[in-house]
Nanobody, 115 residues
Framework: VQLVESGGGLVQPGGSLRLSCEAS????????TNWYRQAPGKQRELVAG???????NYIDSVRGRFTISRDNAKNMVFLQMNSLEPEDTAVYFC??????????WGQGTQVTVSS
């Protein structure tokens, strides 16, 4: 199983980035897909998730600014991030889960919001 993230980088406050995660080695359509982030000195937190059935949730701090989506035909999940703030600076991780024991993580991609 492999999850490969891309799309991170340095952006100014108010800017946008689109993260992508491509999965291989799993039946992607049956997995819930999530984006987590971890800022320096903080715990990893769930940012957004989309279930295999298409149900979506966000943490309050990103709702209205971030959009999660998935393309099962391409085994990919995306996170469109708009109106980025310095507080969004973190390493962002792709995560997929099916049931209790089948959980996989990507390697992470750095997002830095700074002027």
């Amino acid at each position: 199983v492999q999850l490969v993230e891309s799309g991170g980088g340095l952006v100014q406050p108010g800017g946008s980035l689109r993260l992508s995660c491509e999965a291989s080695g799993i039946v992607f359509s049956v997995y819930a897909t999530n984006w987590y982030r971890q800022a320096p000195g903080k715990q990893r937190e769930l940012v957004a998730g989309i279930s295999s059935g298409g149900n979506i949730n966000y943490i309050d701090s990103v709702r209205g600014r971030f959009t999660i989506s998935r393309d099962n035909a391409k085994n990919m999940v995306f996170l469109q991030m708009n109106s980025l703030e310095p507080e969004d600076t973190a390493v962002y991780f792709c995560h997929v889960q099916s049931g209790f024991s089948r959980r996989f993580w990507g390697q992470g991609t750095q997002v830095t919001v700074s002027s």
